[in-house]
């Protein structure tokens, strides 16, 4: 089993930053797949960032100003945001996948006013 527990949201102005944290318990391996994905409202879920095996994946709306990082000893993964926008606004998941199996944290809510 894996629980993934996010931290690090909170309310910015546009052009602000917040890191995002997730830390992971269980059996947690660093071929898996670990990242996060956001919710805006009214909107479904979409992908953010994900890494695996140390090779960064981002969405086009988010490249050069998120930065993912993962560290596998800690089993933590953070989400550093730059130059925030309110369209960033949104509740933001932590995710980890292995194989067809995933696990998703409670969500944490990243509010950008403009």
């Known amino acids: 089993q894996v629980q993934l527990v996010e931290s690090g949201g909170g309310s910015v102005q546009r052009g602000g930053s917040l890191r995002l944290s997730c830390a992971a318990s269980?059996?947690?391996?660093?071929?898996?797949?670990m990242g996060w994905y956001r919710q805006p409202p009214g909107k479904q879920r979409e992908l953010v960032a994900t890494?695996?095996?140390?090779?960064?994946i981002y969405a086009d709306s988010v490249k050069g100003r998120f930065t993912i990082s993962r560290d596998s000893a800690k089993n933590t993964v953070d989400l550093l945001m730059n130059s925030l926008k309110p369209e960033d606004t949104a509740v933001y998941y932590c995710?980890?996948?292995?194989?067809?199996?995933?696990?998703w944290g409670q969500g944490t809510q990243v509010s950008v006013s403009s």
């Open positions: 995710n980890l996948k292995r194989g067809w199996r995933e696990w």
């Open positions: 890494v695996t095996g140390g090779n960064p």
């Open positions: 269980g059996s947690i391996f660093s071929t898996n797949t």
